[in-house]
């Protein structure tokens, strides 16, 4: 069975402080996604990372993916209540037909 | 373009009723997916589609069904209800490779009771 852990699986910070989310797994993936869900919604594509090392930004949203591709992280700068929300990883596995491969989820609480 | 659009938003059902779930896209994508969600919980794969014709059990299959007669819709039929299946169910289609990005509805919250 491929696993990806996240962690921490829940977190509640004060606005504008850092913070890192991370996603592991003893499986290579080909490429790994973070998806954003808010309340009442389904998940949505924040960013995909293709190659071991890469890093990619998005405002004050950084993701990084593992030398080794095994493993990603979430970092966020200054956090806004905007950036609540439960928060995905998900690996794409070559060996299961490009299915993705769901982490259990980080739950994101920013307080203002 | 709609995306994924799902029906009923909410039901509520008694046990050992039947139920279909409709989920249909506007994107022509060949994957499809149907996830169930737990409170506080990750995605957990009941179904998937490759296209019209071709579907496959995930990881939590029993007590589900699917059909895909077309690339359009995809619905989620639940046979004799249980408690256990109370959750928040998604469908899902995606691009294909090597973008691999799914599109998710608004979600069904499904109660047995």
């Known amino acids: 069975t491929q696993l990806l852990e996240q962690s921490p699986q829940f977190l509640s910070i004060q606005e504008g402080e850092n913070l890192t989310v991370y996603c592991n797994s003893s499986s290579v993936f080909s490429s790994l996604q973070w998806y954003r869900q808010e309340p009442g919604e389904g998940p949505v594509l924040l960013v995909t990372v293709v190659t071991g090392g890469e890093v990619k930004k998005l405002k004050r949203l950084t993701f990084q993916f593992g030398d080794a591709r095994k493993d990603s992280s979430l970092h966020i700068t200054a956090a806004q209540p905007g950036d609540t929300g439960l928060y995905l990883c998900?690996?794409?596995?070559?060996?299961?037909?490009?299915?993705?491969?769901w982490g259990a989820g980080t739950k994101l609480i920013i307080k203002p | 373009n709609a995306g994924v659009t799902q029906t009923p938003k909410f039901r509520i059902l008694k046990i050992g009723q039947s139920m279909t779930l409709q989920c249909a896209q506007d994107m022509n994508h060949n994957y499809m997916y149907w996830y169930r969600q737990d409170p506080g919980m990750g995605l957990k794969l009941i179904y998937y589609?490759?296209?019209?014709?071709?579907?496959d059990k995930g990881e939590v299959p029993n007590g589900y069904n699917v059909s895909r007669s077309t690339t359009e819709d995809f619905p989620l039929r639940l046979e004799l209800a249980a408690p256990s299946q109370t959750s928040v169910y998604f469908c899902?289609?995606?691009?294909?490779?090597?973008?691999?990005?799914?599109?998710f509805g608004p979600g069904t919250r499904l109660t047995v009771l």
């Open positions: 998900a690996g794409v596995h070559m060996d299961s037909n490009y299915q993705l491969i």
């Open positions: 589609s490759v296209g019209a014709g071709i579907t």
């Open positions: 899902a289609s995606r691009t294909d490779y090597p973008i691999n990005e799914q599109f």
